[in-house]
């Protein structure tokens, strides 16, 4: 039973562009939201994160949202760069420690 | 400053081997996760130890696995007896603080298991 869902394995996007990545989660008990990013043979590095009682964070060219009604958030990145290319895990946390990892989505970041 | 190290980047086991798979966290940090990574999934959480004390194993798959951290730094997740569904990369994470919630976890390069 996935409690954290990212629905698309893969994504394209021309450099330049906004890069959008998507995420659902089920446990109403999480409440907060990491994305962390990884490159082959690294591991994961986080990257941003949003507390439940926040709709939005921005970090530079990186901001989630999260509509807690919804039991969605999102990663967007704007302008997405070729380094940006990574697998993307959605990540959400309950209590103190403990973090549940999506299957995460690859993004290509085209020249 | 250096990060989380892990050895060895990759193993091959026969089944019915027992393997033991060492993470080297940053220096200081107080918190160490191991989490496990099947072809295709997301990692998931196996075990967290806050220095030396195991506070939670509930993620262990089977008695088969092991981990412990007896001085608080460097830890050892050992696989008795391996099984071919036990193959996948094992990651260990380290945190500064205890349980805060939200806290950077920092990631090694992982483990390669493969059990022919």
């Known amino acids: 039973d996935q409690q954290v869902k990212q629905n698309s394995p893969s994504l394209s996007v021309q450099e330049g562009r906004i890069s959008i990545l998507n995420c659902d989660y089920t446990n109403s008990m999480f409440d907060y939201f990491l994305w962390y990013k990884k490159y082959p043979a690294e591991g994961p590095t986080f990257l941003i994160s949003?507390?439940?009682?926040?709709d939005k964070n921005e970090d530079g060219r990186f901001t989630v949202f999260l509509n807690k009604s919804a039991k969605h958030l999102s990663l967007h990145i704007v302008p997405s760069q070729p380094g940006d290319s990574a697998v993307y895990f959605c990540v959400s946390g309950a209590g103190s420690y403990q973090l549940t990892f999506g299957k995460g989505t690859k993004l290509s970041v085209i020249p | 400053g250096a990060g989380v190290s892990q050895s060895p980047r990759y193993k091959v086991a026969k089944r019915g081997q027992d393997v033991a798979l060492r993470c080297d966290p940053i220096?200081?940090?107080?918190?160490l996760f191991w989490y496990q990574q099947a072809l295709g999934q997301g990692p998931e959480f196996l075990t967290y130890f806050q220095n030396e004390a195991q506070l939670d194993k509930s993620g262990l798959p089977s008695d088969r696995f092991f981990a412990e951290r007896p001085e608080g730094s460097v830890s050892t997740l050992k696989i008795q007896r391996t099984q071919q569904e036990d193959s996948a990369v094992y990651l260990c994470?380290?945190?500064?603080?205890?349980?805060?919630?939200?806290?950077?976890?920092?990631f090694g390069p992982g483990t390669r298991l493969t059990v022919l």
């Open positions: 994470a380290s945190s500064l603080a205890g349980t805060s919630r939200g806290n950077e976890q920092f």
């Open positions: 949003i507390s439940s009682i926040k």
């Open positions: 220096s200081g940090h107080v918190s």
